[in-house]
């Protein structure tokens, strides 16, 4: 097991992990982590102007060491009315496996539940079979498709279809 992956489940062991709102100084290691994890990855100009639009932007901090944190996941939503749009769930590469995209959907359906929204949506790529059953435990159900929806993750590859998801609450 890898040093970062150690620290993490003794950080987590310890309630050395937490959720909280994203600030823009969390901008940098939020870009490093969706460099590495996303196939199209967002800009930096997406979170700045979901920071600006008050959209639900939130990130899981890990206690590293001599109370320091490093960012290690996040997610950014939007609330429609009595709807909200789940823009982007990541957890960091060296981290996924371990738990983190159970903790921000929990994060998430805390929203849900404190904004009174009776739908939730989002969109996967249909070749992202991990994050599918990450929802289908979340009771989100698939309910349309998007053909050709997402940019080639490489020169030369087709476009992507994208799955809608929906939970009823």
């Not at 959720?19 to 800009?43: C, F, T, Y």
């Amino acid at each position: 097991m890898s040093r970062d992956r150690e620290n993490l489940l003794s950080s987590a062991k310890q309630g050395g992990l937490g959720v909280r709102d994203m600030q823009s100084q969390d901008l940098k290691q939020v870009l490093a982590i969706e460099l590495n994890a996303q196939a199209s990855p967002w800009g930096r100009l997406s979170f700045e102007e979901s920071l600006t639009k008050q959209h639900r932007c939130r990130v899981v901090e890990m206690n590293v060491e001599c109370s320091m944190t490093a960012i290690v996941g996040y997610h950014v939503a939007c609330q429609v009315v009595d709807e909200l749009h789940i823009l982007n769930v990541v957890a960091a590469p060296q981290f996924q496996g371990l738990g983190l995209g159970h903790m921000l959907m929990s994060d998430l359906i805390e929203i849900v539940e404190q904004t009174h929204c009776n739908r939730v949506f989002l969109e996967v790529r249909a070749s992202n079979e991990v994050a599918q059953s990450l929802y289908a435990k979340w009771r989100f159900k698939q309910i349309a498709l998007r053909k050709e929806y997402y940019r080639p993750t490489s020169v030369g590859q087709p476009r992507e279809d994208a799955l809608i998801f929906m939970r009823q609450t």
